[in-house]
């Protein structure tokens, strides 16, 4: 029997496709839930140790906090839903544990004229210590008696006053911050040793993603020449 090309070429075709490799399963995805668990470091007891960096009620309902103590690594968010969760299911926060890219970090103070709700929620989070003082004056004041021994944050009616009267001392850099700022790049080029803000206009994340930000010891940026005490008089 004579075959024409074509049924030729169809035979071919043929013995390719049944030397074809059968093609694996698909894998079934990853359910969110065993993605999250995953993110706890270790389990010992009581105690959960956990890598994330956001923390969330659904991370902490994956992993099963509930009624145990659970250890964040240095500069983690706890979300206002995590938050709710450790209140609603007493999770118990232990030591924060230091973070991935060794960076080191100290507890700051926020000293404040003024009393805000939403920055003492975010200090407390960040670790951080809220002061009272009764007047602007006496919050610039306490700042110059503390710099240079934990990260500060001065909240004040008039930042920008508070921080140009903290900048007449040689070692303070002190930067007049509002909600709008680029603190990424402010950081990056000023590296200020104090931040001065009103208080206002700022979301509870956003003040933390600050007090995050000034926990990082700091050194002068390079090529910055501090003015000498007393030049210009």
Same mark, same amino acid.
């Given at each position: /029997?004579?075959?024409?090309?074509?049924?030729?070429?169809?035979?071919?075709?043929?013995? @390719?496709?049944? !030397?074809?490799?059968?093609?694996?399963?698909?894998?079934?995805?990853?359910?969110?839930?065993?993605?999250?668990?995953?993110?706890?470091? *270790?389990?010992?007891?009581?105690?959960?140790?956990?890598?994330?960096?956001?923390?969330?009620?659904?991370?902490?309902?994956?992993?099963?906090?509930?009624?145990?103590?659970? %250890? !964040?690594?240095?500069? %983690?968010? @706890?979300?206002?839903?995590?938050?709710?969760? !450790?209140?609603?299911?007493?999770?118990?926060?232990?030591?924060?544990?230091?973070?991935?890219?060794?960076?080191?970090?100290?507890?700051?103070?926020?000293?404040?004229?003024?009393?805000?709700?939403?920055?003492?929620?975010? %200090?407390? $989070?960040?670790?951080?210590?809220?002061?009272?003082?009764?007047?602007? +004056? *006496?919050?610039?004041?306490?700042?110059?008696?503390?710099?240079?021994?934990?990260?500060?944050?001065?909240?004040?009616?008039?930042? %920008?006053?508070?921080?140009?009267?903290?900048?007449?001392?040689?070692?303070?850099?002190?930067?007049?911050?509002?909600?709008?700022?680029? @603190?990424? #790049? !402010? /950081? +990056?080029? /000023?590296?200020? $040793?104090?931040?001065?803000?009103?208080? $206002?206009?700022?979301?509870?994340?956003?003040? @933390? #993603?600050?007090?995050?930000? /000034?926990?990082?010891?700091?050194?002068?940026?390079?090529?910055?020449?501090?003015?000498?005490?007393? *030049?210009?008089?």
């Amino acid at each position: /029997m004579k075959l024409t090309v074509e049924q030729v070429e169809e035979i071919v075709r043929s013995v @390719l496709r049944e !030397l074809q490799p059968v093609p694996a399963p698909p894998v079934a995805p990853q359910s969110a839930g065993n993605a999250v668990v995953k993110q706890a470091v *270790a389990v010992e007891s009581d105690l959960i140790s956990l890598s994330s960096l956001v923390v969330t009620e659904a991370v902490l309902s994956a992993v099963g906090a509930a009624g145990r103590t659970v %250890a !964040l690594p240095r500069g %983690a968010v @706890l979300t206002p839903s995590g938050r709710d969760y !450790l209140r609603r299911h007493g999770v118990r926060l232990a030591s924060r544990l230091p973070s991935a890219e060794g960076q080191s970090g100290r507890a700051g103070l926020v000293i404040q004229s003024q009393r805000f709700s939403v920055l003492e929620s975010a %200090a407390g $989070t960040a670790g951080w210590s809220v002061e009272q003082v009764s007047g602007e +004056d *006496a919050a610039v004041g306490r700042v110059l008696q503390l710099h240079g021994v934990r990260p500060l944050v001065c909240v004040t009616a008039d930042p %920008a006053v508070a921080a140009c009267l903290l900048n007449r001392r040689s070692d303070v850099r002190a930067a007049a911050v509002s909600d709008r700022v680029d @603190l990424p #790049r !402010l /950081m +990056d080029r /000023m590296q200020p $040793t104090v931040v001065c803000l009103d208080g $206002t206009g700022w979301s509870w994340s956003q003040l @933390l #993603r600050l007090l995050r930000m /000034m926990s990082v010891v700091r050194t002068g940026p390079s090529g910055w020449r501090e003015a000498e005490q007393g *030049a210009g008089q």
